[in-house]
């Protein structure tokens, strides 16, 4: 083989490549950036009122944020850009729940959530609306 042996290491079958590549690791991951990713978690919507309290509108209550894919998670609706929160949950009376996605992408549909949460930071913009993301969508559903 090409690696070179490191002693007591290779009784563990590490070459030098591995383990530079396993100092690398161990060195980047601190106790501190483990403890941010843990903040940065999406916890379950429903569960955090105050979340979708502070994002919801009149007859429009924030479910949470959600992963999308070419199979959408929402099929029906306009699926196309240009609308607002207002003029989607307009466009897509009828059903169940709304989605935002990339700032003004909206479709609809009577479920969710096929692909899996997404942390809600993916759907929070610059303004801190939740508008969605690219392939992430700002669910919200119909209350009236």
């Keep these: 083989p090409n690696s070179t ?3 007591p290491e290779s ?4 070459s030098k490549k591995d383990f530079f590549f396993v100092r690398r690791i161990d060195l980047n991951s601190t106790k501190d950036e483990e403890e ?3 903040e940065l978690e999406e916890k379950p919507m429903g569960v955090d009122a ?3 309290k502070k994002y919801s509108k ?4 924030f479910v949470g944020c959600f992963k999308d894919k ?8 306009p699926r196309k850009f ?5 003029s989607c949950a307009k ?7 709304f989605g935002i996605q990339s700032g003004s992408w909206c479709c609809c549909g009577n479920t969710y959530g096929k692909h899996g949460k997404a942390n809600v930071t993916k759907c929070r913009n610059e303004k801190d609306e939740m508008l969605g993301g690219m392939f992430t969508n700002a669910i919200y559903e119909m209350t009236k």
């Excluded at 009149?58 to 209550?61: I, L």
């Excluded at 070419?70 to 609706?77: H, I, V």
Aim: net charge positive; glycine share 18%; with cysteine.
């Design 5 to 7: 042996s490191l002693g």
């Design 11 to 14: 009784s563990k079958g590490r």
């Design 36 to 38: 941010g990713k843990e």
């Design 50 to 52: 105050s979340i979708s």
């Design 58 to 61: 009149a007859g429009k209550k």
């Design 70 to 77: 070419w199979d959408r998670d929402l099929k029906k609706g």
């Design 82 to 86: 240009g609308y607002s929160i207002d």
């Design 91 to 97: 466009a897509c009376k009828g059903f169940i729940y």
